[in-house]
Structures are given as structure tokens and as C-alpha cells.
């Protein structure tokens, strides 16, 4: 148990609304990460943090934001959710030698 | 940026058998990981394996980093090895993790 606890778990949601999702972690990393998962994309890196309130793009970053406000929480929104954004999305932690630990996903879905 | 090749894409198994999974990569790598996602999309850290072997009960790895690429070794497959196998690969400290497209695997009874 990487001890990564994600919020909510499940969510649909209308286009066009505002979403948050929530990464809380136990570990007192430094850097944590988030990530969706798509049919045929695999995984790739939205956000990441490499400290409270230093944050940097990944490779899909467009229409996302994200902060962190204390080691343990770091949020994901989505300011006007579209149905592109509908996706499985997985929060990560990495250790001092750069393991990755992964929190238990979050699925989305933009109607 | 680096490309992360893995194969096969599909492979079925009947319980008991053996398997290798292949992860090759386009550049130099300081960093490689294994991961499986279980039926239920939980990823769990395999090895954190940039070189040499390693093995953990039936599931063993080794990465040969001048020739860029990793073996992942599962030995008397059991129905709940079923699911995807991830390679990841990064480049240097700090650019950040590359995900392969995954070994979908099936393990019947």
C-alpha cells in the first residue's frame, strides 16, 4: 500500500462544468504526478509536482490545472470539462530513487 | 523524445505455463519500470530495474541497457497474473517517465 488516496472515485459530469479531482498521500514525497489512461494512448503525464506550489506541464496539459498547496494534496481540475477529458485519471508518487506508486484511479466521464 | 516498444501486444496462456515479455527502448535510459495493471485498472510497481536482474517469487526482470531493452520473466503463470504489462523508461533524472503501450496478458484456468 504506496498509501495514495484518490477523490472521487467515480464521476460523471456535464460538458462544461468544472471538475476536481483529489490526490492525498501518506508518504510526505516531494513529487507526485498525474496521469490519464486512454484506449490506444496508454499512459501519459498531465501535471506534475516537484514541491509544494511547484508544478510543471507533462505531455497533455491543455485544459488541465493543477495545485498544491500543502506536500500531501495535489488537485487536478478541470476548469470546462469536455468529452475529450473523459478518461481514466491515476495519481502518482515517486520515492527518492524515482519508483512510481500509483493511487487507484479515478474514471471520469463528460456527458 | 524516447520510444518505448513492447511485445507482444496479446498473449494468452493456460495456468502453469511460462512467458516473456519484451520492452525495447530508442535511447540511453536511467531509469526502467515494470508494471502490471490488474482486470480491475490497479497498477502495481513491479521492479524499478534501470539494469541487471532482479526477481520477486515468480516474476523476474532483466535489462540490458547498452542494448536497450528489458526482459519481464513469468514463470507457472497463475490466473491472477492476468491483466496489462507496462513498461516505462526515463530518459535522464528529471525528464520525466515513458510509457509503453503495454503486453495485454490472459492467463485461462
Known amino acids: 500500500d504506496a498509501g495514495i488516496t484518490q477523490s472521487p472515485r467515480h464521476k460523471v459530469t456535464e460538458t462544461g462544468t468544472p471538475v476536481t479531482l483529489r490526490c492525498h498521500q501518506t508518504e510526505n514525497h516531494r513529487y507526485m504526478y498525474w496521469y490519464r489512461q486512454d484506449p490506444g494512448h496508454g499512459l501519459r503525464l498531465i501535471h506534475y509536482s516537484y514541491g509544494v506550489k511547484d508544478t510543471d506541464k507533462g505531455e497533455v496539459s491543455d485544459g488541465y490545472s493543477v495545485s498544491r498547496s500543502k506536500t500531501e494534496d495535489f488537485l487536478l481540475t478541470l476548469e470546462s470539462a469536455t468529452s475529450s477529458q473523459t478518461s481514466v485519471y491515476f495519481c502518482a508518487i515517486s520515492d527518492s530513487r524515482n519508483t512510481i506508486y500509483f493511487g487507484e484511479g479515478s474514471w471520469l466521464t463528460v456527458v | 523524445g524516447i520510444q518505448v516498444e513492447q511485445s507482444p501486444p496479446d498473449l494468452i496462456l493456460q495456468e502453469g505455463a511460462n512467458s516473456t515479455l519484451r520492452c525495447n527502448f530508442s535511447?540511453?535510459?536511467?531509469?526502467l519500470q515494470w508494471f502490471h495493471q490488474n482486470p480491475w485498472g490497479q497498477l502495481i510497481n513491479l521492479f524499478y530495474?534501470?539494469?541487471g536482474t532482479k526477481q520477486n517469487g515468480r516474476l523476474s526482470a532483466t535489462t540490458v541497457a547498452t542494448e536497450r531493452y528489458s526482459l519481464l520473466y513469468i514463470s507457472s503463470s497463475q490466473t491472477t497474473d492476468s491483466g496489462v504489462y507496462f513498461c516505462a523508461v526515463e530518459r535522464f533524472r528529471g525528464s520525466r517517465l515513458t510509457f509503453g503501450e503495454g503486453t495485454q496478458l490472459t492467463v485461462n484456468p
Open positions: 535511447d540511453s535510459v536511467n531509469n
Open positions: 530495474i534501470p539494469s
